[in-house]
């Protein structure tokens, strides 16, 4: 396993992750289907094939 492949790709699907997911908060925001100064997030990891799954719970303050 080639250890350097293998942290720059997990690095560029997080990016990924993260600019996409980011849109998609805005998104729900601007359109104002958010009531209340504070969004309660989740995101879920998981991967085909193995027992992976990985969560992260997270508030986003919107005030």
Known sequence: MDEDALNMSIRKFLKQVGVTSQRAIETVVREGKVSGDRLHVRMTLT???TDLNHVVD???RLS
Do not use: C, D, L, R
């Open 47 to 49: 991967a085909e094939g």
């Open 58 to 60: 997270g508030e986003i």
